[in-house]
């Protein structure tokens, strides 16, 4: 009876007003007064979130209780941090670490790396070709990527997976053949020991030289040996236009044989005749959900696309490389040859024939050292007149000199409201980080507005203007459905126990304010970020803390 009565005074004595019991050591961070987005679909509903080393202590009736720093989220959203499912390249982090800007001021938290691409594995080779823009790769090994970039701190979480064009450069070199048996196993090792590392998954980007050469069924077993190690396959389809409904399946079959969850990229049918196939790529994508085979895919709220201006030529003249084909683009025989298969040559991913055979819809976004800067943001045929030449001239002249990066107006808003309604489909940027202010310096990025604005666009146009889904659709498009796709399952939902990723954002100002004439220029209305618990965007404004990790994915 005695301990009875002292165990009753002393909850008495740690009563909170209103029923409250405070038994724990002070918050680190307390966010007041927010409608919570939680990430999972559900209605926003009105609570307080507590946050404690890096975590989600408590959620509910919060106010009051001591803690070391208070945030007031009243008249705004608290929601989970934004899980950017094609966030480009990490190097920017590396040698730049401020470039994580242009992701968390859009309310990005956690970025996926790789498209074919990916920072390792590396070769002699491969390192000497890749170590450009102030970054001098010394690394093989994603173990020895990892450690650099940990030494560096990052401002983002960053999950990595192996690029399929990346072993093959270093197996088979730039060529169009396919591997040996012997290649093939050194391949898989290369994947393997990648995934051991902590790699998500294996990407391909079949569009470009050297992955455009790489068959099914190579793909498929490079694939098997992800799968071994709980990987996801991770996709740029080997065609987004008049055979896209043909790519859909060929990464279907690579999901159902290979054993392995499939994530496509940028979602899109590119080109004016082919707008009304995204319908019926969509209704593939879910008969094959139901029939089991464990499909998604992601979008970024563009019309225009970003690619390299190299791609208007045909994969198959880059088969001995680039140094090779280059030099050969001042016979005026072969620019002739190359202009007669462009205009006249439907039968392969041709994006001068997704443009309607216009250069007005090709806007430059980006040029690399040697070429003029003054040509950005100007339309082909705009650049060919400041040039002084015909636009065919220019274009030649331009992917000789190279690198260029062009924005194709090549989509209509009709497949971007049919793919947002879809709830398979989650948010990218297809953008790698970049310091809007150190831009300049920074020659050969592509500077697509995405970079800057995709998630914020989402908010602004798509759910407060258009209406074209909720606000709850759309953060769980942002949240929860990318972290299950990247096996995230402590990250992407607002809930006791889990990671402390938190956006708070005003939803009438949250506004993309990047064009693609001012494509540098960061999102508006996010006034609080918060990565593992720590405040990174501050009143709008970059604390400059960096509290981010680099998640490696383990079976």
């Known amino acids: 009876m005695k301990h009875a009565f002292l165990w009753i005074a002393f909850v008495l004595l740690v009563a909170q007003p209103g029923g409250r019991v405070q038994l724990e050591d002070p918050f680190d961070v307390l966010i007041t007064g927010g409608r919570i987005v939680d990430g999972s679909g559900a209605p926003w509903y009105r609570a307080d979130v507590g946050i404690r080393d890096g975590r989600i202590a408590a959620i509910g009736k919060l106010a009051g209780q001591p803690a070391r720093k208070t945030i007031s989220a009243e008249g705004m959203v608290v929601a989970p941090g934004f899980v950017d499912m094609m966030g480009g390249s990490s190097y920017p982090l590396l040698v730049d670490p401020a470039s994580a800007q242009s992701k968390l001021r859009q309310g990005i938290t956690t970025m996926l790396v790789g498209e074919g691409g990916s920072p390792a594995p590396q070769s002699p080779a491969t390192a000497a070709e890749d170590s450009a823009g102030g970054l001098r790769i010394t690394w093989q090994t994603y173990a020895e990527y990892f450690r650099l970039l940990e030494q560096k701190g990052v401002g983002l979480n960053v999950v990595h997976n192996v690029g399929a064009a990346q072993v093959r450069r270093i197996v088979v070199g730039e060529a169009d053949r396919k591997p040996t048996p012997a290649e093939l196993d050194r391949m898989k090792e290369l994947v393997a020991e990648a995934m051991r590392d902590g790699a998500v998954g294996l990407s391909t980007a079949l569009i470009y030289p050297p992955g455009a050469y790489a068959t099914t069924e190579e793909i498929i077993e490079l694939a098997r040996t992800a799968a071994e190690y709980a990987g996801v396959y991770f996709t740029h389809m080997r065609n987004e236009s008049g055979a896209?409904?043909?790519?859909?399946?060929?990464?279907?079959?690579?999901?159902?044989?290979?054993?392995?969850?499939?994530?496509?990229?940028?979602?899109?049918?590119?080109?004016?005749?082919?707008?009304?196939?995204?319908?019926?790529?969509?209704?593939r994508i879910a008969e094959a959900r139901r029939q089991g085979v464990d499909v998604t895919a992601d979008i970024y709220p563009y019309i225009r696309n970003g690619i390299g201006l190299r791609s208007f030529i045909h994969p198959r003249h880059y088969a001995q490389g680039d140094a090779a084909f280059l030099p050969r683009l001042t016979d005026p025989d072969l620019r002739h040859r190359l202009r007669q298969e462009i205009e006249n040559d439907a039968s392969w991913e041709n994006w001068y024939v997704h443009v309607g055979r216009d250069w007005n819809n090709v806007l430059i976004s980006a040029v690399g050292e040697g070429v003029r800067r003054d040509l950005q943001g100007l339309s082909m045929q705009q650049a060919a007149e400041r040039l002084g030449v015909d636009p065919w001239t220019a274009f030649f002249d331009l992917v000789r000199q190279g690198p260029v990066f062009v924005a194709p107006r090549s989509m209509n808003e009709e497949q971007k409201h049919l793919a947002l309604r879809a709830p398979f489909v989650a948010i990218c940027t297809d953008a790698a980080p970049i310091h809007a202010e150190a831009a300049g310096k920074a020659l050969g990025q592509s500077f697509h507005p995405r970079a800057f604005g995709a998630f914020a666009r989402v908010l602004a146009k798509y759910v407060r203007e258009d209406r074209v889904i909720s606000l709850e659709e759309a953060i769980q498009k942002m949240t929860s459905l990318p972290a299950n796709r990247l096996r995230l399952y402590d990250r992407g939902r607002l809930s006791p126990g889990l990671r402390a990723d938190v956006v708070v954002f005003d939803p009438e100002r949250v506004q993309d304010t990047a064009t693609f004439t001012k494509p540098l220029s960061y999102s508006e209305g996010f006034v609080y970020v918060l990565v593992n618990g720590q405040p990174v965007i501050e009143q709008n404004r970059w604390t400059g803390v960096l509290p981010g990790t680099v998640i490696r994915h383990r079976r």
């Open 244 to 283: 896209l409904l043909e790519a859909i399946e060929e990464t279907i079959r690579i999901g159902r044989e290979a054993s392995i969850p499939v994530h496509i990229y940028h979602l899109k049918a590119a080109g004016q005749q082919n707008w009304p196939l995204m319908a019926q790529a969509i209704g």
